[in-house]
């Protein structure tokens, strides 16, 4: 038996030996578990799962163990990822700080920094924000205004970010600033902590009902400069490599928020099948179909994209790629979700509508919003243009 068998073999064991029962089941967005200073689970077998996974170091299994990882290598985390699959395990912590800041740290950032906020990252100790788009600088982010004055010890910074994803629930936030006037080269990549003084949000209410998303001010805001991550006036390199990574995981979102609805497939069953399942309309069930292949084939092909970029061989454009695909697909999943449900997706509250039904129409209209966050569609495919196909401008 090889050494990857091997491990396949005791990773399935300790999986179906530690995931409790209910942790095997599709995962409702309030069920998530975040982390940070106050964390809330709202099933007690996910603290229990969290924990379990923390003490291998498999929120962050690539990571290396001194940082709070599990030092697996990437063919063992992908093992790790098909036997959890197999299994239905939830995901045992969520947060800003595993998906994007942390690749970006153990990159750039210095080993006082490393010590101090990869750990907690890794345990879930500390959740995080991403202080990037600006009232005048969202599709531009390069426009953004938010200035950081050099004071010695200390960065003073004054501006405003919006659309801060759960900026009212986040420790810290990780944020980009000017420190110089220089468009690109001006820009700097700050981290501190949101109880500083002169830090305020106010939530946006959406129209999905929901308000995860801020506006985030800074009113004289001392940072001290050992927070500063990377050199001055280079954050624009490590904000590009962190939105590769945003985008990587926005394209997805289908399958984050999977568990709050059931799979298009079973939705057209059960509104439309007969009394075996099966679905008379041939045209909605070759789109059901496609739907569901095409989901598969874009799994495949991020699993591959991985083991390219293990090997040295990834394609820089791919996030671009992916985040335009992955949520223009997750889009058409919704829409064909809402016409397999007809006038039953359409309830808001009431006893006419069952727990399941009560969440379509919500998570179709957030749904809308994948293609906007992390860079808009337009974005990416100018992205796709100029640096994968080389098009002029």
Known sequence: MSTLDSFRVATRAWLEANCPASMRTPMPEDERVWGGRQPSFKNPESKIWFERMVSRGWTVPTWPTAWGGGGLTTDEAQILNDEMTRLNCRTPLFGFGISMLGPVLLKYGTEAQKAEHLPPIARGEIRWCQGYSEPNAGSDLANLQTKAENRGDHFLVNGQKIWTSYAHLADWIFCLVRTDSAKHRGISFLLFDMRTAGVKTRPIALISGASVFCETFFDNVRVPTRNLVGQLNNGWQIAKELLQHERGMISQIGRAIGGTVPPVEVVAKQYLGDATGKISDPVLRDAVARQVMND??????????????????????????????????????????????????????????????????????????????????????????????????
């Open 296 to 393: 598969r084939a874009f799994e495949l092909t991020i699993r591959r994209a991985g083991q390219e970029s293990a090997a040295g061989a990834a394609d820089g454009g791919a996030s671009s790629m992916f985040k335009y695909y992955g949520t223009e697909q997750n889009k058409k999943k919704f829409e064909l979700i809402l016409k397999c449900a007809g006038t039953q997706a359409l309830g808001w509250t009431g006893p006419d509508f069952t727990p399941d039904e009560l969440t379509l129409c919500r998570t179709w209209l957030r749904s809308k919003g994948n293609s906007i966050e992390g860079g808009t569609s337009e974005i990416q495919l100018n992205v796709i243009a100029k640096r994968v196909l080389g098009l002029p401008d």
